[in-house]
């Protein structure tokens, strides 16, 4: 196994459509950097997002969940509440060859913050929008 280079990244964006849209460089432009960075790509999360909110006192089961525990906002700005989280989905649509694992983190600008970025790894072969997952610890 072995960490793939940014050469590589940039070659299967370009030919194979592996990220869309693909930024080729790291961009800072006053905000949250993104775009390929040496052996890494920072994605950018879209302006739509998920932010849950338990007034109904539901149950969260993983299996079923209601769709009422959620509040959908556009926005560029997303106010988590306390003791919740908010979803959100990438800007990029990844396409995962059947030969590679990647793994995401989250970024550290997010944890200075104290924001807590979960995600998953994304499989060989998948492909789509990553959902990220944003919290804060309870205080």
Sequence with gaps: MSILSDRWIREQAQSTGMIEPFVERQTRDGCISYGLSSYGYDARV????????????????PKNFSSNSFVDRKTDVCVIPPN?????????????????????????????????????PLEPGWEGHVTLEFSLPRL
């Design 84 to 120: 919740s989280f908010a979803l959100a989905r990438t800007v990029e649509y990844f396409r995962i060859p059947r030969d590679v694992l990647v793994i995401c983190l989250g970024k550290s600008t997010y944890a200075r913050c104290g924001i807590i970025v979960n995600v998953t």
């Design 46 to 61: 879209a302006d739509e997002f998920k932010i849950f909110t338990n007034v109904d006192s539901a149950v969260v089961d």
